[in-house]
Every structure is written in structure tokens, then in C-alpha cells.
Nanobody, 120 residues
């Protein structure tokens, strides 16, 4: 069994900052790309940021300059640092991992999501 567990969501005022974490656990051989997605009310899930095992990053245009994705390979954990939060950042944020299990099986895994609400 492999699972991703997110943490760090909550209610934040506009202009504030937040750090989301996502830890992978289970019978993992290696993790390739990790990513954060978000889904706002009434909208489709969208890719926010991704990071390869080597540290190369990619961001949605709407978050460039405000969001920073990073990972700790030793801890199988990915982070999302969010600055200058806006009401339109309100969404459920999901962690995603593309990994290989100890049985050498390719697997894509999703976390359960963490709610981020931006409101004064």
C-alpha cells in the first residue's frame, strides 16, 4: 500500500502565506515526479506546480512568483510554499506522485486533499 498525506491547509487572510506538506509512505522504491493540483469550487482540477526527482520545477502561469514547490527525497515529502495569497487561491489542494513500488510497478497516487481558504 502506498499513500500520500497532505497537511498545512487552513483559513488565511489575503496577503498571507502558507506551507503545504505531502508525505508519501508505503512500499516505495522510488518517486519520480511529484506535483500539487488544486480544485476550486465549481471548477476543474488544475496543475499548480510540479517537480522532478532531480529538482526541475514547473508552475502554472497564475502562480508563478508566488508559489514555490520543493521536495525532500530522503523524507519522500513535497512542499508547496504559497505567498501573497489571494481569494482566488481558495481551493482544495491535492498532492500527486508518480512512483515505482518495491514490486517495480509504476503507480500514480493522489492524496486526499487539504482545504485552503483565503478570506478576511
Amino acid at each position: 500500500q502506498v499513500q500520500l498525506v497532505e497537511s498545512g491547509g487552513g483559513l488565511v487572510q489575503p496577503g498571507g502565506s502558507l506551507r503545504l506538506s505531502c508525505a508519501a509512505s508505503g512500499r516505495i522504491f522510488t518517486i519520480n515526479a511529484m506535483a500539487w493540483y488544486r480544485q476550486a469550487p465549481g471548477k476543474q482540477r488544475e496543475l499548480v506546480a510540479s517537480i522532478t526527482s532531480g529538482g526541475s520545477t514547473n508552475y502554472a502561469d497564475s502562480v508563478k512568483g508566488r508559489f514555490t514547490i520543493s521536495r525532500d527525497n530522503a523524507k519522500n515529502t513535497v512542499y508547496l510554499q504559497i505567498e501573497s495569497l489571494k481569494p482566488e487561491d481558495t481551493a482544495v489542494y491535492y498532492c500527486n506522485a508518480d512512483l515505482v513500488t518495491v514490486m517495480y510497478r509504476d503507480l500514480e497516487v493522489w492524496g486526499q486533499g487539504t482545504l485552503v481558504t483565503i478570506s478576511s
